[in-house]
């Protein structure tokens, strides 16, 4: 087995460079290691100047999302190992401004997110509980699957819509407004609904499922998109059928 492999690494800073290029970089092979082990290897070893985004080392906080030879990956979950004998090129993720190298600006999904109300919504005027909230574990399970997502915007990266059409509401934002749709303790859904059935909400899918395969904890934001378009399609029905919710 190598004891060496080759990383190739786009480098650009958009105040400097007419456009991006590729420094290769060759760093140990150690057993267990991964991308970003390597990506902090030429950090602490090889240069300094080397840029890229990386917290918790552990799959959890969504932010050393890259494209590792061709594909959408976690790079604190990715083993140098599986790409022998190399090279390995690691970009930084599509369809978003580079700020430097491998970090890129998520502005947008941040204004994607904050538009869909990720939060639960009570209605005012509700009554106040008089005790917390109990769910069972069916309701849990209702919306499980969609509060795992850690907002990496690997699916944003891997969607071609989002790529041709910015205004596209998203993958992760409509799987996390489905997520609070389906929370027991939630009011909010047609305040959602309002931003999720506009033309840039979910009619813009074309249901490529690219966003699904790329997740890194198994959500199906494809699935969340389609599941938006019946219940927009009910309500449309409900309000052609009784005007101002039959009141």
């Keep these: 087995m190598a ?14 460079d007419g456009e991006p290029r590729f420094d290769r970089y060759e760093v140990p092979l150690i057993e267990n290691w991964m991308v970003l082990d390597a990506l902090n290897y030429i950090k602490d070893q090889l240069d300094g100047t080397v ?37 390995i090129r690691v970009e930084p993720l599509r369809h978003f401004p580079v700020m430097r190298d491998l970090v890129v600006d998520l502005s947008d999904f ?23 909230f109990i769910q069972t574990p069916e309701q849990l399970a209702e919306y499980k699957q969609y509060s795992l997502c850690i907002n990496c915007v690997l699916c944003y990266s891997a969607c071609p819509v989002y790529g041709l059409d910015p205004h596209f509401i998203g993958p992760a934002a409509s799987a996390l407004s489905l997520r609070y749709n ?36 198994h959500v199906d934001p494809s699935l969340a998109i389609q599941e938006y378009k019946i219940s927009a399609t009910k309500a449309w029905f409900k309000n052609l059928l009784m005007p101002g919710g039959g009141k």
């Design 51 to 87: 840029t890229f985004r990386w917290s918790c080392r552990m799959g959890i906080c969504g932010s050393c999302g890259m494209v590792v030879n061709g594909h959408e990956r976690l790079t604190c979950e990715t083993l140098l190992a599986d790409y022998l004998p190399g090279p």
């Design 110 to 132: 941040m204004e994607k997110l904050e538009r869909v109300k990720p939060w639960i919504i009570r209605q005012p005027g509700a009554p106040e509980p008089s005790r917390e």
């Design 182 to 217: 389906l929370d027991s303790r939630d009011q909010g859904a047609e305040q959602r609904l309002d931003v999720m059935a506009q033309h840039d909400g979910v009619w813009d899918c074309t249901v490529i499922g690219e966003c699904s395969v790329v997740c890194p904890k």
């Design 3 to 16: 004891d060496k492999i080759t990383l190739e690494v786009a480098r650009y800073s958009p105040e400097q």
